[in-house]
């Protein structure tokens, strides 16, 4: 089984990815690693999500950041954001990750933060490990 399933949606992501592969890989936690587009793959990123054995998702997103809250509003596993800067400085992807709906919860950590979204990702496996 996959700890972690890693989405971006979009190959310009891939600094953010990295650097969330890069403290998965040291502290040995599995990942798969993805790229796909909420809004120009959609049947791809369902069939995966449906598909996935992963106990956490972390979500990259820039822009509109579309992708952590269409996962989260598919699966009932914890999901993180990772809002990545563009045009904004990162403020626009950081807010729609931010301001999920009732129901849909996201958990959301700085701009291009990928790091913390994989401690994150840890921590939680903690918990889902003692229990």
């Known amino acids: 089984m996959t700890d972690v399933a890693v989405i971006s949606g979009s190959a310009s992501d ?13 502290n040995t936690v599995s990942y798969e690693a993805r790229i796909i587009s909420a809004h120009r793959d959609p049947d791809t990123l369902d069939a995966f999500i449906k598909t996935s054995d992963a106990k956490i998702f972390i979500a990259i997103a820039g822009l509109s950041a579309a992708l952590p809250g ?41 701009v291009d933060n990928g790091e913390n979204a994989a401690w994150l990702a840890i921590r939680i496996l903690k918990l889902i490990k003692i229990n």
């Open 70 to 110: 269409v996962i989260a509003s598919k699966t009932d596993k914890p999901v993180i954001g990772v809002p990545v800067s563009g045009t904004l400085n990162g403020l626009d992807a950081l807010l729609a990750i931010a301001q999920m709906p009732k129901g849909v919860p996201v958990a959301c950590v700085g």
């Open 14 to 26: 891939s600094a953010i990815t990295d650097k969330v592969k890069k403290i998965l890989e040291e």
